[in-house]
């Protein structure tokens, strides 16, 4: 069974840094693109950033250089580190893999999300 489990969200002030982790269990996290989505109270959920298996990092335009993405594959976590937030950023921060399972399916998961509250 796949699982992601996120943490590390919460309250935080403008200006202010936060990082989120989502540990993965049942997948074989080396041939997994992971990645960091997010959805604001009435909008649509949308990409904040995404990682390769091997790394290679691409992120969506309003999270560009303040946020990144990475990856341990010995830990099967991925985190994204979110500095100079803005409330704009308020979010319920999803965790998404896509790849294989350990039992050699391909899957397409999401985390339960975690709430991100930035106060202006």
């Known amino acids: 069974q796949v699982q992601l489990v996120e943490s590390g969200g919460g309250l935080v002030q403008a200006g202010g840094s936060l990082r989120l982790s989502c540990a993965a269990s049942?997948?074989?996290?080396?041939?997994?693109?992971m990645g960091w989505y997010r959805q604001a109270p009435g909008k649509q959920r949308e990409l904040a950033a995404r990682i390769s298996p091997s790394g290679t990092p691409n992120y969506a335009d309003s999270v560009k250089g303040r946020f990144t993405i990475s990856r341990d594959n010995a830990e099967n976590t991925v985190y994204l580190q979110m500095n100079s937030l803005k409330p704009e950023d308020t979010a319920v921060y999803y965790c998404?893999?896509?790849?294989?399972?350990?039992?050699?399916?391909?899957?397409?998961?999401w985390g339960q999300g975690t709430q991100v509250t930035v106060s202006s």
């Open positions: 998404n893999a896509q790849g294989q399972t350990s039992g050699g399916r391909w899957h397409d998961t």
């Open positions: 049942g997948i074989i996290f080396s041939r997994n693109d």
